[in-house]
C-alpha cells in the first residue's frame, strides 16, 4: 500500500526540536506572568462568521486563506425535537397554548435541521478572544489580560516560515474603557513586554516597527485621499490592488509586487491624516517607549492586514529570517468588540509566530535538550525488577533526576552503547551482587571513573555533577 504523508503546509515538530519549543513556551510562560498575563484558551474552530466580521471580508486571510466547511447541525437537532416531542407526551392536551407553540417549534426546527452551519478553523485567535470576552462578560473583570499558545491555519503558500498550520503565542489587554483599556500606557506595556520576552528567549538583532493608523474618521478622510490618489494608477496595478482601491483601498498597502511598490511610494501617509487625539496618543506611546529604553522605528507604510486595528500597530522584525522576516504583528483594534455584537472594549494584542521565533533561536537543540543523568542497566534475569525499583526511587528523589532505564536481556556492551546514545552523564549497573550489597557500580561515562555508592547515597551522588 502507498505511504501516507503529512498535508501539504503541514509538519510534524519532532524531538530534538520540540526542546527548542518547549524552552520557547516555558519561558514566554515566565515572561507572561511578570506581566500578570492570564491564560486563555479558545477553540480552534468558531463559527464562519466570526472570522469575516472580526478580521475583514476583504483581507487575505478571509477571502482566500480560510479553511472553511459546512457542519450539519442535524445531531442537536434531532435531540431537540425528541425532547418537544417528549414534552408535548406528558403536557397530553393541558394547554392548548403550549402544544400550539411546541407544534409549531418542532415544525421550525424540521425545517432548519439540515441547514448546515459553516465552520472556520481559526486563522488568528484575536477575534475568538474577544467572542469569548462578550461571551463570558469578562469587562466585569475590569482590564483582562491575557495570553494564549496554539495553532492557527491559513491556506498560504507554504515555504520556509510559512505554514498552513503554525503556531502562535497571543497576548491581549483588553476590557472597557473605564477600567483604561484605551491608555497608552497599555500600549508602551505590550510594547516593552515583547522586548523583554525577546530577550529573554535569546533574540538580540530585532527592529521594532511602529505606526499609528488613526481612528475610523482619520481613516476616512486618508481614504479619500488615497482613492483620488490611485485613480490616475490604479490601472499599472496588479489585479488584487485594482479590486483593492474601490472595495479598501487601505489594503494596497499589503501589496507585495514588486512593480507595484514605486506606485504604492508615492501615494499619501496615514501620519499625515492623524487627528489630535491619536497623535497625541501616538506620542505618549512613544514617550514611554524612550522612558523605559525601547528602541523603534517608526514605519508609516505599516498598516498591517487586518481591519479591525486602529492607532498603534506594529511589528518587530528579525534579519535572519528572509522573506519572512515578520516574528510578530500587533496593534490596537478598539473598535472590535463592538462589530462582534458586544459592548464598547477597547483592546490591544499581538500574536507571534512562534515557527518563527524558533528559527530566529541562536540557542541550538543541544543547549535546550536535557540529557538522562543516569542510565540504568539492568544484568541479568530478573534485575527487571530491581532496576524498576531503583529508578521509581531515584525519579521521586527531590534531586530532580532525568533517569532512563535499559532492560535484563541486554549484556552489558549493549547497555553502555544505549547508555551513551541517549547522552547519559552515568551507568549504574544493577546486577545480582550490588542487589545483595544493597550498593551499586556507577560509572562516569566521560571520564570512565567507576564508584560503588550505597543505595541511600545514590541519588546525592548522581546529582553533584
Ligand atoms: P498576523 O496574524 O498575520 O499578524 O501574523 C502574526 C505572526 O504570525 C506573523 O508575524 C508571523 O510570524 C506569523 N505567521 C503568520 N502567518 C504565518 C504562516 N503561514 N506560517 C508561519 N507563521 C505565520
Redesign the pocket.
Known sequence: MGKINAVRGTRDLLPPDTALWNFVEDTVRDVFRAYNFQEIRTPIFESTELFARGVGEETD?VSKEMYTWEDRAGKASDQLLEMLENIRETLGGSTEETLKYISSSKAQIEAEKWKAQSLTLRP?NTAGIVRAYIEHKMWDRGLNKFFSIGP?F?R?RPQK????Q?Y?IDAEIIGPPSAGSESPARDAEILELLATLLDRVGIKDWTLELNSVGCPNDRVKFNEALRKALEPVVNKMCADCQRRATTNPLRVFDCKVPEDQPIIEKLPRISHFLDEPCSKHFEEVKGILKAVGVDFVENDRLV???DYYTRTAF?FTHGALGA?K?????GRYDGLSEALGGPAAPGIGF???E??LVLSLSKSTEEATRTPDVYIAPLGEGMNREAARLARELRRSEKDLVVELGDESFRLKKSFEAADKVKARYILIVGENEVKADAFALKHLASGKQVTVPRAELAARISSK
Open positions: 486571510i488568528e492557527m491559513r498560504e516560515g510559512r505554514y498552513r503554525f502562535q498591517r492586514g487586518l511589528e519572512q515578520a516574528i510578530l504583528g500587533g500574536a507571534i509566530g515557527d518563527r
